[in-house]
């Protein structure tokens, strides 16, 4: 985790854009632009909405990680978000996670696996790369990305093999412990027979399985995932778990607002990193300044303004709630 506090330091900002494109947030002059050149690529007449847009993702990717590369440590891809358009589009999740590791920014693969023990060794490949591939032993990294996101529901064996390879690559995880959906309370909130709540048992897990990792900053490689939602079990978390680094997803377009990360921060202002999606990149939407006749590379112009200003709108809205 040093890298991503050092990162957020250096840019006086613990906020990560998340790149989770869907067609509505691609403007559509931007799609169609890509007609004729996909056209030409593909093997079938199917396949070309897949193409098209794949290649869309990547162009407004692209727009809004350039637009924003100088004032945000990170970039959170929700891979279901390529998954959705088949080979095509996982292959733009990886083109994007390349892209922005290139601009410099920590990349937070968002693709939360959780299986059984050996299974999970396979998925942890996301982090630790295909040694084999490469006679000099050095490891093959397709995915490039810096942090992966995990589901605890298999317990510890579907955890370590995790904690493993992030050790091995310098990498780290993030683990699912309150989550910003309505319907988390159904599970999270459960009491146990001792008094907890299932979340904060899973707290207590992930406060154990990074115990082995803390690093310069006095956080571990294991992070948590505490929803912007939930501003009161934030706080308390926060207190449970010392060493534990938190990704706050539910900023802007599910309701949360800096005051309710407030407390999800150290007394010296670290120890989290919030994440905002549609609120940055559909901002171009609420702008009141798109109109259908724009060309493709005006709407792409508008989508760059309006991201960056909505992660500046952001950046100082934290910086006044958390850097008191
Ligand atoms: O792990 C996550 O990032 C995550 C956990 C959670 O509890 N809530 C949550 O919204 N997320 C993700 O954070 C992003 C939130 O997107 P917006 O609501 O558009 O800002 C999506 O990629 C979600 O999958």
Same mark, same amino acid.
């Given at each position: 985790m040093d890298r991503l506090i050092e990162a957020i330091n250096n840019v006086q900002n *613990? %906020?990560?854009?998340?790149?989770? *494109?869907?067609? &509505?947030?691609?403007p559509p002059q931007v799609v169609d632009s890509f007609a004729d050149e996909v056209r030409d690529s593909?093997?079938? *007449?199917?396949?070309? +909405?897949?193409?098209?847009?794949?290649?869309?993702?990547?162009?407004?990717?692209?727009?809004?990680?350039? &637009?924003?590369a100088d004032i945000v440590p990170a970039v959170k891809p929700q891979i279901a978000m390529y998954e959705a358009?088949? +080979?095509?589009?996982?292959d733009v999740y990886t083109m994007t996670c390349?892209?922005?590791a290139q601009q410099g920014l920590y990349v937070l693969g968002d693709v939360k696996r959780g299986d059984i023990g %050996?299974?999970?060794?396979?998925?942890?490949?996301?982090?630790?790369?295909?040694?084999?591939?490469?006679?000099?032993?050095?490891?093959?990294? *397709?995915?490039h990305e810096d942090a992966v996101t995990v589901? +605890?529901?298999?317990?510890?064996?579907?955890?370590?093999?995790?904690?493993?390879? &992030?050790?091995?690559?310098?990498k780290d995880i993030f683990v699912l412990v309150r989550t910003s959906n309505p319907s988390s309370s159904e599970l999270q909130m459960l009491d146990l027979a001792d008094g907890k709540k299932v979340y904060e048992h899973v707290a207590d897990l992930v406060e154990g399985w990074g115990a082995e990792t803390i690093g310069e900053h006095g956080y571990s490689r294991v992070g948590a995932v505490v929803g912007a939602t939930h501003p009161e079990e934030g706080r308390a978390l926060r207190a449970r778990m010392p060493h534990t680094f938190f990704l706050v997803p539910g900023y802007g377009a599910q309701g949360g607002t800096a005051q309710d990360v407030a407390g999800m921060f150290d007394a010296d202002g670290s120890g989290a990193l919030v994440n905002s999606s549609r609120g940055i990149i559909g901002a171009w939407k609420k702008s009141g300044k798109?109109?259908?006749?724009?060309?493709?590379?005006? &709407?792409?112009?508008?989508?760059?303004? %309006?991201?960056?200003?909505?992660?500046?709108?952001?950046?100082?809205?934290l910086r006044i709630a958390v850097y008191r």
């Amino acid at each position: 985790m040093d890298r991503l506090i050092e990162a957020i330091n250096n840019v006086q900002n *613990p %906020s990560v854009v998340g790149l989770d *494109p869907t067609e &509505a947030l691609v403007p559509p002059q931007v799609v169609d632009s890509f007609a004729d050149e996909v056209r030409d690529s593909v093997d079938s *007449p199917e396949e070309l +909405p897949a193409a098209q847009l794949a290649v869309a993702y990547f162009e407004f990717n692209r727009t809004i990680i350039d &637009a924003v590369a100088d004032i945000v440590p990170a970039v959170k891809p929700q891979i279901a978000m390529y998954e959705a358009l088949g +080979p095509a589009g996982v292959d733009v999740y990886t083109m994007t996670c390349e892209y922005a590791a290139q601009q410099g920014l920590y990349v937070l693969g968002d693709v939360k696996r959780g299986d059984i023990g %050996s299974t999970a060794a396979a998925y942890a490949h996301h982090l630790n790369g295909v040694a084999a591939a490469v006679e000099d032993g050095s490891a093959f990294d *397709p995915w490039h990305e810096d942090a992966v996101t995990v589901n +605890p529901y298999l317990g510890t064996d579907g955890i370590t093999p995790f904690v493993q390879a &992030a050790t091995e690559a310098d990498k780290d995880i993030f683990v699912l412990v309150r989550t910003s959906n309505p319907s988390s309370s159904e599970l999270q909130m459960l009491d146990l027979a001792d008094g907890k709540k299932v979340y904060e048992h899973v707290a207590d897990l992930v406060e154990g399985w990074g115990a082995e990792t803390i690093g310069e900053h006095g956080y571990s490689r294991v992070g948590a995932v505490v929803g912007a939602t939930h501003p009161e079990e934030g706080r308390a978390l926060r207190a449970r778990m010392p060493h534990t680094f938190f990704l706050v997803p539910g900023y802007g377009a599910q309701g949360g607002t800096a005051q309710d990360v407030a407390g999800m921060f150290d007394a010296d202002g670290s120890g989290a990193l919030v994440n905002s999606s549609r609120g940055i990149i559909g901002a171009w939407k609420k702008s009141g300044k798109y109109s259908e006749s724009m060309s493709a590379d005006e &709407a792409l112009d508008l989508v760059a303004e %309006s991201a960056r200003q909505a992660a500046l709108d952001m950046r100082d809205a934290l910086r006044i709630a958390v850097y008191r």
